[in-house]
């Protein structure tokens, strides 16, 4: 199935850069320059592989030419399947392909220059623009590279060059190299999936009768679920199964110790309020859900979606998924469409129901599902409302907007290196389109510590309407 076509095209704009404490560099110079100085001042340096023994100098170095040896590898394996369907083109188009990787496993090694896209998608002017501004803020010498640059760039921007390599190679540009894998993840996480779609329409046979306290003690058990399902991410892994082998249901005491930032009772306070308000017709609770991984994880969150529909704790549920493949198992639409399918057609009488409802939920028209290109930019998400005015205006819809996973934690706080202290609604640099939570497992170094009830604790937590469960 031929790639989703990015769904809404940003305009492109080109948000001040900041170089680190005090310095910045901005593209566009004019008025107000002392007043973004003293913004500036206040946002931490990148992460970035230039910090020799970092996990950021690991992951470039290591784990990032491993998922590259690893695409390389799955085209190897598919050149049959490329010949069946395409011919001679077909074998063809893997080989350039595969020689596209190899240069680019090449750069990534020996710390070239970044270069500019060439393909012609509608992002392709907003990636070779934030190529330029990067130009602007390199360690000083004009040349962003793959150890030089912020890590948080060079990651995404590897992403998009695999993207490139198959969009060049027509008829193998619909080819997702990360589709098996996905695949994979999602069968060895039978079980789980069959434990957590059984309890959940357990649970929906009497949530009528669920008083206020049973209600939350559901809600946080499905948080937490969808917490721990954050774990099945395979760009972790480096494409290395990492599924969800048994039901997370029954060790969710156990994992209550390594929750770090735990403010989900203030979530419930917001839901149940806006609930509550939810009187008449025309009131909306909206929920919008940033997604993350395929497999197991969004699961966890379809499941977690159904609960807040179910209990009219949301009367409308928004979907957030990736455009293109990206880092190794994030979900696109076909991996929602897929899921949604094979769930219909399992041997097995809940999660066929399930898949049922949730594809009914779709046709109804209180699950939406939406995939802006955005999310697969390089750009913290304190730039959205430069860059994506039009996704920003839609999350200021939201009741609360739930991002999952990682990636998204180091967007919202731009993968900076922030001091433990600083508190997370100051690390979100005035991103605020509306209430927002981050759920999600700790994967990389960026994460604050902030002080709650006198004492020190990791993570986040935040005037009424930033939350984080880490
Ligand atoms: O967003 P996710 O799926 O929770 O995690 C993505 C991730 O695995 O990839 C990067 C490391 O390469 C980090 O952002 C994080 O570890
Ligand atoms: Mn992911």
């Not at 970035?48 to 990032?64: C, E, H, N, Q």
């Not at 028209?365 to 697969?376: E, K, S």
Request: charge should be positive; aromatic fraction near 12%; proline fraction near 4%.
């Amino acid at each position: 199935m031929r790639q989703a076509r990015p769904s809404a095209r940003p305009r492109l704009c080109l948000p001040t850069v900041r170089r680190g404490r005090g310095d910045y560099v901005t593209s566009g110079r004019g008025a107000g320059a002392v007043r973004r100085k003293k913004m500036a001042a206040s946002v931490a340096v990148s992460l970035s592989g230039r910090f020799k023994g970092s996990f950021a100098y690991f992951t470039i170095k290591d784990r990032l030419p491993q998922i590259l040896t690893r695409v390389i590898d799955t085209l190897h394996r598919h050149k049959n399947e490329f010949f069946e369907k395409h011919g001679e083109k077909g074998v063809e188009a893997e080989k350039r392909a595969i020689s596209f990787l190899s240069k680019l496993r090449n750069e990534l090694q020996t710390d070239k220059p970044m270069i500019p896209l060439s393909d012609e998608l509608p992002d392709t002017p907003i990636w070779n623009q934030y190529l330029e501004y990067q130009r602007n803020v390199s360690n000083g010498n004009g040349q962003p590279s793959w150890f030089q640059s912020p890590w948080l760039y060079v990651e995404c921007y590897m992403y998009r060059r695999i993207h490139e390599a198959l969009i060049h190679n027509p008829p193998i540009d619909d080819f997702d190299p990360f589709m098996e894998a996905k695949i994979q993840s999602f069968f060895e996480s039978q079980q789980a999936i069959i434990a957590i779609c059984t309890y959940l329409q357990e649970l929906l046979k009497n949530i009528q009768d669920l008083n206020e306290n049973q209600l939350k003690e559901e809600f946080f058990k499905l948080l937490q679920v969808s917490l721990w399902g954050n774990r099945c991410d395979l760009s972790i892994s480096a494409g290395e199964d990492n599924s969800q082998k048994s039901s997370l249901l029954q060790s969710l005491n156990d994992f209550k110790s390594f929750i770090l930032v735990d403010d989900m009772e203030n979530l419930w306070s917001l839901l149940l309020n806006s609930k509550k308000r939810t009187t008449t017709k025309e009131s909306i609770t909206r929920v919008d859900i940033i997604l993350d991984n395929a497999g197991f994880e969004l699961i966890t969150d379809l499941v977690l979606a159904n609960f807040l529909s179910s209990s009219k704790l949301a009367t409308e549920v928004h979907f957030h998924g990736k455009c293109i493949p990206w880092f190794v198992s994030d979900t696109t639409k076909h991996d929602f469409n897929w899921t949604l399918k094979q769930l219909q057609s399992a041997n097995h009488m809940w999660m066929s129901r399930c898949g049922m409802n949730w594809e009914g939920n779709l046709k109804k028209g209180v699950w939406f599902y939406h995939d802006h290109m955005f999310w697969t930019l390089p750009h913290e998400f304190s730039s959205m409302g430069q860059v994506a005015p039009d996704l920003y205006a839609e999350l200021q819809k939201s009741s609360v907007i739930i991002f999952k996973g990682d990636l998204n934690y180091r967007k919202l706080t731009g993968d900076r290196k922030w001091e433990f202290t600083v508190p997370f609604h100051q690390a979100l640099n005035k991103f605020h389109p509306a209430p927002l939570c981050s759920i999600r497992t700790l994967k990389a170094e960026i994460q604050n510590i902030c002080r709650r009830s006198q004492r020190y604790e990791y993570g986040f937590s935040c005037p009424q309407k930033f939350f984080v469960i880490q």
